[in-house]
């Protein structure tokens, strides 16, 4: 089987992506593998612990399940604290779980595109989350993927398995080094949220001016699952583009997307959530608000609607803080029966000059009504993400505020 | 408190305001009466500093100094409040920090808000989904934090039911001083269509404004009397 996987990842090589200015891949090397020097917790630099820290990562682990650190392609730390979930580097978990096979590469084609394949063909481990069935892991579990190395590939793959009834809810933060200037994240992440299961899954993007990031995620959701997904990115990086795709395979799944996103000049974000509505009674949600201070964004959603009795909504909301930026929503709705429902709403533009000068005649200045509207934009509250991920979301925006404006 | 000579304003190259003279005291309130469309929302929004409101010529001074080219905020700061006829919604900003926004003399949000019924609202997006008496309500309680020396009102009264009314009329009282009579420090300018608000302030002068200008002074519940009787049209030919 995995010689089959590794051909097809060969042929798609030089696959070009769909959406996205198209990398050149060797400019990035490709870290070998270097067991002799065990990294851990208490050989991190002060820098980068802090930088860590800030990334959402409790590194006295307090109030979290579990813990995934991982510095370019090796492994710093990894423990589960709660009986029923296991936290797993991705190659030893493949070691331990033979069944795993059958589900690597099912949600994300191995051959989708050339970031697809070199994450095959130079796998640099990730991380295995798994809550076991009936297992409610209400305190969030970590992780969090960190770049050090200068002009390299970090190539990771990720699986996240809620069991038939459980519950996990995961932080994730990606960061760089303070010292790193550019960079490549390839990072394959495959969700499978299992019946009556409920998974929400926070990530936190924290990169380089220079670092060009390519996520490719799926996500399967079964009968009465429920997935949700909180993504923010406020710091610049040069180029990132991710569009995963959901498929609602089950009648009751649910799954709700809400992602936050900053371009600064020199920044090109291209993200957007895909809903595939398999079955009769599932809904979906996707809602982005966007904003510009000089980087060029596209959102995109799509919500395919194949069966009846289905029910989704998607949100982009843009604002242009400079005339340098540019904010392109691409909102698609595709319903294949009668019976489905779906909607969309779509706005771009500046902040209106009347809300400025309202707040204006309440007392503050242009400068501090302007932020107290971006403040307010840019809070979305996601229906049922634990308190802990929440705060955690507040925190990025309320940190990033000051250089945003 | 407030003196206006010859103001002369217009809005997108339209003229709204020609040539208005106005002078309120401290302590006194004053009303404007007149049709849609006839510049009182324009002369309030003028004195506020909205930037869409051009002054071509004229003067505008507050407490004896020249504020007609002052920023909006610096005006606020200064004691001048506005409660908007149409306020904006403003999403995801959440009503009670617009509310601290205000909050000039450390006043407990929560016991404001449960005096005037407005409690639940204090968690809402600032007037998203408010109904006409909510957004009023809204308004009037920021002033009553803010506590200007000169509050204006730009039909405090329109889309609020009977109910709602006695206990808006409640907070207009209280911002204006009713209870004080000749210590009252606070001064007005109250645009009012229905004129039910006479019935909760002490009104010391009524203006009509007609076509951005002012054609009739006089005893605010004489004239609008008078106009409830015969309308706006005797106004024009009064030129009181």
């Given at each position: 089987?995995?010689e089959?996987?590794?051909?097809?990842?060969e042929?798609?090589?030089?696959?070009?992506?769909?959406?996205?200015a198209?990398?050149?891949?060797?400019?990035y090397?490709?870290?070998?593998?270097?067991?002799?020097?065990?990294?851990?917790?208490?050989?991190?630099t002060t820098?980068?612990?802090?930088?860590i820290?800030?990334?959402?990562?409790?590194?006295?682990e307090?109030?979290?399940?579990?813990?995934?650190l991982?510095t370019?392609?090796?492994i710093?730390?990894?423990a589960?604290?709660q009986?029923?979930l296991?936290?797993?580097?991705?190659a030893?978990?493949l070691?331990e779980?033979?069944?795993?096979?059958?589900?690597?590469?099912?949600?994300?084609?191995?051959?989708?595109d050339?970031?697809?394949?070199q994450?095959?063909?130079?796998?640099?481990n990730?991380y295995?989350?798994?809550a076991?069935?009936?297992?409610?892991v209400?305190?969030p579990?970590?992780?969090?993927?960190?770049m050090?190395?200068?002009?390299t590939a970090?190539n990771?793959?990720?699986?996240?398995?809620?069991?038939e009834?459980?519950?996990?809810?995961?932080?994730?933060?990606c960061?760089?080094?303070?010292?790193?200037?550019?960079?490549?994240?390839i990072?394959?992440?495959?969700?499978?949220?299992?019946?009556?299961?409920?998974?929400?899954?926070?990530?936190i993007?924290d990169?380089?001016?220079?670092?060009?990031?390519?996520?490719?995620?799926g996500?399967v959701?079964?009968?009465?699952g429920?997935?949700l997904?909180?993504?923010?990115?406020?710091?610049?990086?040069?180029?990132?583009?991710m569009?995963?795709t959901?498929?609602?395979?089950?009648p009751?799944?649910?799954?709700?997307?809400?992602?936050i996103?900053v371009?600064p000049?020199?920044?090109?974000?291209?993200?957007?959530?895909?809903?595939?509505?398999?079955?009769p009674?599932?809904r979906?949600?996707?809602?982005?608000?966007?904003?510009t201070?000089?980087?060029v964004?596209?959102a995109?959603?799509?919500?395919?609607?194949?069966?009846?009795d289905v029910k989704?909504?998607l949100?982009?909301h843009?604002?242009?803080?400079?005339?340098?930026?540019?904010?392109?929503?691409i909102p698609?709705?595709?319903?294949?029966?009668?019976?489905?429902?779906?909607?969309?709403?779509?706005?771009?533009?500046?902040?209106?000059?009347?809300?400025i000068?309202?707040?204006?005649?309440?007392?503050?200045?242009?400068?501090?009504?302007?932020?107290?509207?971006?403040?307010?934009?840019?809070?979305?509250q996601i229906?049922?993400?634990?308190?802990?991920?929440?705060?955690?979301?507040?925190?990025a925006?309320?940190?990033?505020?000051?250089?945003?404006? | 408190?407030l003196?206006?000579n010859?103001?002369?304003?217009?809005?997108?190259?339209?003229?709204?305001?020609?040539g208005?003279?106005?002078?309120?005291p401290?302590?006194?309130?004053?009303?404007?009466f007149?049709k849609?469309?006839s510049?009182?929302?324009?002369?309030?929004?003028?004195?506020?500093?909205?930037?869409?409101?051009?002054?071509?010529?004229?003067?505008?001074s507050f407490k004896?100094?020249?504020?007609t080219?002052?920023?909006?905020d610096e005006?606020?700061?200064?004691g001048?409040g506005?409660?908007?006829?149409r306020?904006?919604?403003?999403?995801?900003?959440?009503?009670?920090?617009?509310?601290?926004?205000?909050?000039?003399n450390?006043?407990?949000?929560?016991?404001?808000?449960?005096?005037?019924?407005?409690?639940?609202?204090?968690?809402r997006?600032?007037?998203?989904?408010?109904?006409?008496?909510?957004?009023?309500?809204?308004?009037l309680?920021?002033?009553?934090?803010?506590d200007?020396?000169?509050?204006?009102?730009?039909?405090?009264?329109?889309?609020?039911?009977?109910?709602?009314?006695?206990?808006?009329?409640?907070?207009?009282?209280?911002?204006?001083?009713?209870?004080?009579?000749?210590?009252r420090?606070k001064?007005?300018?109250?645009?009012?269509?229905l004129?039910f608000?006479?019935?909760?302030i002490?009104?010391?002068?009524?203006?009509?404004?007609?076509?951005?200008?002012?054609?009739?002074?006089?005893?605010?519940?004489?004239?609008f009397?008078?106009i409830?009787?015969?309308?706006?049209?005797?106004?024009?030919?009064?030129?009181?």
């Amino acid at each position: 089987m995995s010689e089959v996987r590794r051909n097809r990842a060969e042929l798609a090589r030089d696959k070009k992506a769909t959406f996205g200015a198209d990398v050149d891949l060797l400019q990035y090397q490709i870290l070998a593998e270097d067991q002799t020097k065990a990294l851990d917790l208490d050989n991190l630099t002060t820098e980068d612990r802090e930088k860590i820290i800030q990334s959402g990562v409790d590194l006295e682990e307090n109030n979290r399940a579990g813990t995934f650190l991982q510095t370019d392609h090796r492994i710093v730390h990894c423990a589960a604290k709660q009986p029923g979930l296991e936290v797993l580097p991705m190659a030893q978990a493949l070691e331990e779980h033979p069944w795993l096979e059958e589900l690597y590469w099912q949600a994300v084609p191995v051959d989708a595109d050339k970031y697809t394949a070199q994450a095959e063909l130079h796998f640099q481990n990730g991380y295995f989350i798994r809550a076991l069935e009936g297992q409610q892991v209400a305190t969030p579990v970590q992780a969090c993927l960190y770049m050090k190395h200068e002009s390299t590939a970090q190539n990771v793959h990720n699986i996240i398995i809620a069991e038939e009834g459980s519950e996990l809810n995961i932080i994730t933060g990606c960061a760089t080094a303070p010292s790193l200037q550019s960079g490549l994240h390839i990072g394959i992440s495959e969700f499978y949220v299992r019946r009556g299961a409920k998974l929400t899954f926070a990530m936190i993007h924290d990169w380089a001016k220079d670092v060009v990031v390519r996520p490719r995620s799926g996500i399967v959701v079964e009968e009465d699952g429920l997935f949700l997904s909180n993504y923010v990115s406020l710091k610049p990086v040069r180029s990132l583009q991710m569009y995963p795709t959901t498929r609602l395979t089950g009648p009751g799944a649910v799954a709700r997307f809400h992602s936050i996103l900053v371009a600064p000049p020199g920044c090109e974000l291209d993200t957007g959530a895909r809903v595939v509505l398999e079955a009769p009674h599932t809904r979906a949600e996707i809602i982005s608000r966007t904003l510009t201070t000089g980087g060029v964004i596209k959102a995109r959603g799509h919500l395919r609607g194949l069966e009846k009795d289905v029910k989704a909504h998607l949100e982009c909301h843009g604002l242009i803080l400079s005339d340098q930026g540019i904010i392109h929503a691409i909102p698609e709705l595709e319903g294949h029966k009668a019976g489905v429902e779906m909607s969309h709403e779509a706005a771009v533009g500046k902040i209106a000059e009347e809300e400025i000068e309202y707040l204006m005649a309440r007392g503050l200045t242009e400068e501090e009504a302007t932020a107290t509207i971006v403040r307010g934009f840019l809070n979305v509250q996601i229906e049922g993400l634990p308190p802990e991920l929440q705060a955690r979301v507040d925190l990025a925006i309320e940190e990033s505020e000051k250089s945003m404006l | 408190m407030l003196e206006i000579n010859d103001l002369w304003v217009d809005i997108n190259g339209d003229q709204v305001l020609k040539g208005v003279d106005l002078t309120i005291p401290r302590g006194e309130t004053h009303v404007l009466f007149g049709k849609n469309g006839s510049g009182k929302s324009s002369l309030l929004m003028t004195i506020m500093g909205f930037r869409r409101y051009k002054v071509r010529q004229g003067r505008i001074s507050f407490k004896g100094e020249d504020i007609t080219q002052m920023p909006i905020d610096e005006r606020a700061k200064m004691g001048i409040g506005l409660a908007f006829q149409r306020p904006p919604s403003i999403k995801g900003v959440k009503t009670r920090d617009v509310f601290d926004i205000c909050n000039s003399n450390s006043v407990s949000c929560e016991d404001l808000a449960d005096k005037f019924e407005f409690s639940e609202l204090l968690e809402r997006e600032l007037n998203v989904g408010f109904s006409g008496g909510e957004m009023k309500k809204s308004e009037l309680l920021q002033l009553l934090l803010q506590d200007p020396e000169l509050v204006m009102l730009d039909e405090p009264e329109s889309g609020v039911d009977l109910e709602n009314l006695k206990i808006l009329g409640k907070a207009i009282n209280k911002l204006l001083q009713k209870y004080l009579w000749r210590t009252r420090a606070k001064s007005g300018l109250v645009i009012s269509h229905l004129g039910f608000i006479l019935n909760y302030i002490e009104a010391d002068a009524g203006y009509v404004l007609m076509d951005g200008r002012i054609h009739c002074r006089g005893n605010p519940r004489e004239l609008f009397k008078g106009i409830q009787r015969h309308g706006y049209q005797e106004c024009v030919k009064c030129q009181r």
